[in-house]
T-cell receptor, first 116, second 112 residues
Framework: DAGITQSPRHKVTETGTPVTLRCHQT?????MYWYRQDPGHGLRLIHY???????DKGEVSDGYSVSRSKTEDFLLTLESATSSQTSVYFC???????????????FGPGTRLTVL | GENVEQHPSTLSVQEGDSAVIKCTYS??????FPWYKQELGKGPQLIID?????GEKKDQRIAVTLNKTAKHFSLHITETQPEDSAVYFC???????????FGGGTRLMVKP
C-alpha cells in the first residue's frame, strides 16, 4: 500500500468551529488531492496541490482552504464547519508525469467528519 | 468541465455470473480512464485503467472497454466471487490530465 496516512480518522465537531484534517505521505509524490465522498456523488475534488505552496481549487472548494508547506503534508481546513460538510474526506497522491501520463492516484484511508 | 455518469448505482449478481458497469463522459479531450474498487471502511484502490489509444484491456477476470467515439467505457467482471462485493468507481481525467472526475459509484453485491 502507498504510504498515506490521514488524521484524525474520525471527528465530531460543532457548527461554526474550525477543523483541520491532515494528510501525510511517505512516497515523495508531487501531486496531492483532497476529495469528499457523499452517497450518490462519488468522489468530488475539493482542492489539489502540484507542489510545495502550489495549490488550486477543485469542483467543491467553497468553505475549504488548504496548505502545503512540505512535500509530505497536505492540510485541509474548514474555517467554520457547517452541517453540509459532514462527509468522508479522502486524501490522494499521484506522481503524474505530465500530458500523456497516467494520473494514477493512491488514496488514504479516509477521515469521517460529523458536524453537529 | 468533465462530467462522468455511471450506471447502475447498485448491481446484484449470483456468484459465478458476470457483472458489467457502464460509464459515460462528456469531455472528448479525456485520455485516461481508471476504475477503482472501494471496500467497506477503506479508501478506493485502482484495479484497472485504460488510455484512449487502447480499445480494450484485460487483467485476469477484469476487463475494461473504451469507445472514444461514443464517449463511454465499461468494466466487465467475469466469474464473480463474493470478495468482488464492493463499491466500484469509474473516472476520467481532464484535458490537462492532472485531475480525475469520478462517477457516482456502483455497489456490487455478489450472492454466494
Amino acid at each position: 500500500d502507498a504510504g498515506i496516512t490521514q488524521s484524525p480518522r474520525h471527528k465530531v465537531t460543532e457548527t461554526g468551529t474550525p477543523v483541520t484534517l491532515r494528510c501525510h505521505q511517505t512516497e515523495n509524490h508531487r501531486y496531492m488531492y483532497w476529495y469528499r465522498q457523499d452517497p450518490g456523488h462519488g468522489l468530488r475534488l475539493i482542492h489539489y496541490s502540484y507542489g510545495v505552496k502550489d495549490t488550486d481549487k477543485g469542483e467543491v472548494s467553497d468553505g475549504y482552504s488548504v496548505s502545503r508547506s512540505k512535500t509530505e503534508d497536505f492540510l485541509l481546513t474548514l474555517e467554520s464547519a457547517t452541517s453540509s460538510q459532514t462527509s468522508v474526506y479522502f486524501c490522494a497522491i499521484s506522481e503524474w508525469t505530465g500530458t500523456g501520463g497516467r494520473n494514477e492516484q493512491f488514496f488514504g484511508p479516509g477521515t469521517r467528519l460529523t458536524v453537529l | 468541465g468533465e462530467n462522468v455518469e455511471q450506471h447502475p448505482s447498485t448491481l446484484s449478481v449470483q456468484e459465478g455470473d458476470s457483472a458489467v458497469i457502464k460509464c459515460t463522459y462528456s469531455d472528448s479531450a479525456s485520455n485516461y480512464f481508471p476504475w477503482y474498487k472501494q471496500e467497506l471502511g477503506k479508501g478506493p484502490q485502482l484495479i484497472i485503467d485504460i488510455r484512449s489509444n487502447v480499445g480494450e484491456k484485460k487483467d485476469q477476470r477484469i476487463a475494461v472497454t473504451l469507445n472514444k467515439t461514443a464517449k463511454h467505457f465499461s468494466l466487465h467482471i467475469t466469474e464473480t466471487q463474493p470478495e468482488d462485493s464492493a463499491v466500484y468507481f469509474c473516472a476520467a481525467d481532464n484535458n490537462a490530465g492532472n485531475m480525475l472526475t469520478f462517477g457516482g459509484g456502483t455497489r456490487l453485491m455478489v450472492k454466494p
